[in-house]
């Protein structure tokens, strides 16, 4: 009985320990770097996503990218397509966007995503 006891109280903790944690639904967001042709390379992947978790918003992945259904004139002192992409939970969207991000959603277009990603160089 005392064997049954002590084997029936292990599995209890044994089961008590094991806890099982949930992968929060994650968004895309992204934010022009703000590059200037021949003058500016714009912000990093690691700084906007500073800007992110400087404001509790966590960051699991950062990608560097490109507007992809954009033109923009190849002129010097002109503006470039180049962003950079943060995932980042679902619920801190609003979050983000009030610090000048946007949900990648928003790039959508007939023709695709909108939007090329790419390993950052930094």
Same mark, same amino acid.
């Given at each position: 009985?005392?064997? /049954? ?11 008590? !320990?094991?806890? =099982?944690?949930?992968?929060? %639904?994650?968004?895309?967001?992204? /934010? ?5 042709? !021949? ?15 400087? *404001? ?7 990608? !560097? ?9 190849? &002129?010097?002192?002109?503006? =470039? &397509?180049? /962003?950079?992409?943060?995932? /980042? %939970? =679902? ?6 966007? +009030? ?5 990648? +959603? =928003?790039?959508?277009?007939? *023709? ?7 390993? !950052?160089?930094?």
């Amino acid at each position: 009985m005392k064997k /049954i006891l002590l084997l029936a109280s292990s599995a209890l903790l044994i089961s008590a !320990c094991s806890t =099982t944690t949930e992968k929060q %639904p994650e968004s895309m967001v992204y /934010i022009n770097t703000g590059a200037i042709q !021949c003058e500016l390379e714009g912000q990093t992947g690691v700084q906007t996503a500073r800007l992110l978790t400087d *404001n509790n918003i966590d960051v699991s992945k950062t990608q !560097c990218g490109q507007l992809t259904d954009v033109g923009v004139a190849s &002129v010097c002192g002109g503006a =470039t &397509v180049d /962003i950079n992409v943060h995932a /980042i %939970p =679902t619920d801190k969207v609003a979050y983000a966007q +009030a610090l000048g991000f946007e949900d990648v +959603a =928003t790039l959508k277009t007939e *023709n695709g995503s909108g939007y090329s990603v790419s390993d !950052c160089q930094e």
